[in-house]
């Protein structure tokens, strides 16, 4: 940090396996990948290269390669994923995977219809030499599913080898976890956690308010994803109490009150 403050709160060294802030890539250019790096680098853990992005993207290997030196996990978008499960293609996948040097790995099933156990059946052979994350939830609105469902297929996946479970919202934030409006399933979340460690949870909060509300419920050190590539450090700025909707999180009482303007 370029100075001192006091009542931040701490957030783990990297690599770290919570307060993870996953970027979400939609296509940047090898130069705004550098310059990206020059002033996130150390805020990043996570890049996904959004849904089918990597087929059209210029110089993808070089891409790649540069996250990956800056110590980033990268992995393909889940709906690239699908792409291949739905032409039978899971071994050219994986060989993609070898091709491009990607030792992380998104299986998803948002977009299709896939058994929960050939989807846990995909997470675990591919967590044999990957980092496996596995995003639960469908993308398509108003489709509605069981909170005691969600628990089920997300402790499955995480038995089954994957890394972190990722809650599905979508780069729009207004399905799964979230309403039409953007708004947080309340009901839904709280019985997630209340039967999935928090840690093992990563949760899509594209929108700058999903990110205050799961700042305020669970603290500077959530796992956040579906991030925008300017959105990093206001993010990060969030999550420390630099920022006016997390202003007064982190003070003490007696700084507290000087909410009141004037005081």
């Avoid at 920022?243 to 507290?256: I, Q, V, W």
């Amino acid at each position: 940090m370029n100075y001192t403050l006091p009542f931040i709160p701490e957030r783990p060294a990297q690599p770290r396996n919570s307060g993870i802030t996953m970027m979400m890539d939609k296509g940047l250019s090898i130069r705004q990948v550098e310059d990206y790096l020059s002033a996130n680098k150390e805020l990043t853990d996570v890049v996904k290269l959004g849904f089918g992005t990597s087929y059209l993207t210029v110089n993808i290997e070089q891409k790649i390669k540069l996250y990956k030196e800056a110590g980033m996990k990268v992995y393909l978008g889940g709906t690239l994923f699908e792409a291949f499960i739905v032409r039978n293609m899971f071994e050219d996948y994986i060989r993609l995977l070898d091709k491009l040097k990607l030792d992380c790995a998104e299986v998803s099933d948002g977009s299709i219809v896939m058994p929960h156990d050939k989807k846990c059946e995909y997470i675990n052979t591919l967590a044999k030499n990957h980092t496996v994350l596995s995003e639960v939830g469908s993308k398509e609105a108003g489709i509605i599913i069981h909170p005691a469902k969600w628990v089920s297929m997300m402790n499955s996946e995480l038995s089954a080898g994957s890394w972190k479970v990722i809650a599905e919202a979508r780069e729009s934030g207004n399905v799964g976890i979230y309403r039409a409006n953007g708004n947080a399933h309340t009901i839904l979340i709280n019985k997630i956690l209340a039967k999935v460690k928090r840690d093992d949870i990563l949760w899509e909060a594209p929108q700058k308010a999903q990110q205050v509300w799961f700042i305020k419920l669970l603290g500077a050190n959530v796992n956040l994803g579906n991030i925008s590539y300017d959105d990093v450090i206001p993010l990060e700025t969030l999550r420390l109490g630099l920022r006016g909707d997390t202003f007064f999180s982190y003070l003490p009482a007696e700084l507290n009150k000087k909410k009141i303007k004037g005081e």
